[in-house]
């Protein structure tokens, strides 16, 4: 009797396996991430197999990492562990997907967890919506003998530096003066359009993609973008992702429709170097066309 009590006691505290999914946001911005927690409970010793994480869960739905396996005892349930498996996960696509159940082999069992579900979104640019100007602040009154007390030791400061200064050109003055240096040609500085649209016609001169090289040919064409957007409107774009570049260029004063059209290149090597996009032909020359169309519009002027 004691013996089949014991049997009985420690069946109670074993539970039956289950599995269950849990995603950290569902809904994203298209590029960014967000994690699943893989979660499965069952008896401690019994073999456990989990699902093994490919390139991609779903369409369009890809593995960033695939994470770590950790086991923890069961603090309510004792003789049971938990096995909880955080991944992370991405999407370059617009759009809501299904991630299906997860299959997991706990002892004899097989069990499901529940489907996911993902909804990606793109960056929405509001264009009717004007830019105001920034408010000037209000006027305080502030006489100059408010000025000299605030200020008087600077202007001690300056005026004995302002002697020195005058002292050392009447120094420099009578001083025999050197022969003058040669003066050394400067070369003339490139406008950032010229060189963009000299460095795109090379790339198109290259053919790469029409050599089977389209990543490297979407990879030299937004090298060619994020240089000119640097040195045509001085915004930072190299060791950042597109999201974070089309929002700085909201601030650059470019006008809404370029924007869009800059965005439709970005995304497009995105897919391409990330998502293992392959582009028709028709949407790598439309690349081009776009970059070039863009560079013209935006023209020659420096930051």
């Given at each position: 009797?004691?013996?089949?009590?014991?049997?009985?006691?420690?069946?109670?505290?074993?539970?039956?396996?289950?599995?269950?999914?849990?995603?950290?946001?569902?809904?994203?911005?298209?590029?960014?991430?967000?994690?699943?927690?893989?979660?499965?409970?069952?008896?401690?010793?019994?073999?456990?197999?989990?699902?093994?994480?490919?390139?991609?869960?779903?369409?369009?739905?890809?593995?960033?990492?695939?994470?770590k396996t950790d086991t923890a005892k069961d603090?309510?349930?004792?003789?049971?562990?938990?096995?909880?498996?955080?991944?992370?996960?991405?999407?370059?696509?617009?759009?809501?997907?299904?991630?299906?159940?997860?299959?997991?082999?706990?002892?004899?069992?097989?069990?499901?967890?529940?489907?996911?579900?993902?909804?990606?979104?793109?960056?929405?640019?509001?264009?009717?919506?004007?830019?105001?100007?920034?408010?000037?602040?209000?006027?305080?009154?502030?006489?100059?003998?408010?000025?000299?007390?605030?200020?008087?030791?600077?202007?001690?400061?300056?005026?004995?530096?302002?002697?020195?200064?005058?002292?050392?050109?009447?120094?420099?003055?009578?001083?025999?003066?050197?022969?003058?240096?040669?003066?050394?040609?400067?070369?003339?500085?490139?406008?950032?359009?010229?060189?963009?649209?000299?460095?795109?016609?090379?790339?198109?001169?290259?053919?790469?993609?029409?050599?089977?090289?389209?990543?490297?040919?979407?990879?030299?064409?937004?090298?060619?973008?994020?240089?000119?957007?640097?040195?045509?409107?001085?915004?930072?774009?190299?060791?950042?992702?597109?999201?974070?570049?089309?929002?700085?260029?909201?601030?650059?004063?470019?006008?809404?429709?370029?924007?869009?059209?800059?965005?439709?290149?970005?995304?497009?090597?995105?897919?391409?170097?990330?998502?293992?996009?392959?582009?028709?032909?028709?949407?790598?020359?439309?690349?081009m066309e776009r970059a070039v169309d863009f560079v013209v519009r935006?023209?020659?002027?420096?930051?």
């Open positions: 009797m004691l013996l089949v009590a014991g049997y009985l006691q420690a069946a109670a505290r074993q539970v039956t396996p289950s599995a269950t999914a849990e995603i950290g946001k569902s809904s994203l911005l298209i590029g960014e991430q967000t994690t699943i927690q893989l979660t499965v409970k069952l008896p401690a010793g019994a073999s456990l197999v989990l699902p093994a994480l490919l390139d991609t869960l779903a369409n369009h739905v890809e593995v960033v990492s695939a994470g603090q309510q349930h004792p003789g049971n562990v938990t096995v909880r498996r955080i991944s992370l996960i991405t999407s370059f696509d617009a759009g809501t997907y299904i991630i299906p159940p997860f299959r997991v082999i706990a002892g004899k069992d097989t069990i499901y967890t529940n489907p996911l579900t993902l909804q990606v979104t793109t960056v929405a640019v509001d264009t009717t919506k004007a830019i105001y100007d920034i408010k000037q602040p209000l006027g305080v009154t502030y006489t100059f003998l408010d000025f000299l007390r605030d200020n008087w030791h600077w202007i001690t400061i300056a005026l004995l530096v302002a002697g020195l200064a005058a002292g050392l050109v009447i120094y420099l003055r009578k001083r025999p003066k050197p022969a003058p240096a040669p003066v050394k040609e400067v070369a003339a500085e490139i406008p950032p359009g010229t060189a963009a649209l000299a460095k795109l016609r090379e790339l198109k001169d290259k053919k790469l993609w029409q050599q089977d090289q389209v990543k490297q040919y979407h990879s030299e064409l937004t090298d060619v973008i994020r240089e000119y957007l640097e040195k045509r409107y001085g915004v930072k774009t190299y060791e950042k992702t597109t999201e974070e570049i089309l929002h700085s260029l909201h601030y650059s004063g470019i006008a809404a429709e370029d924007i869009n059209r800059l965005s439709g290149i970005l995304v497009m090597a995105d897919l391409v170097k990330f998502a293992k996009e392959r582009p028709l032909p028709s949407d790598n020359e439309q690349s935006g023209g020659n002027a420096h930051v």
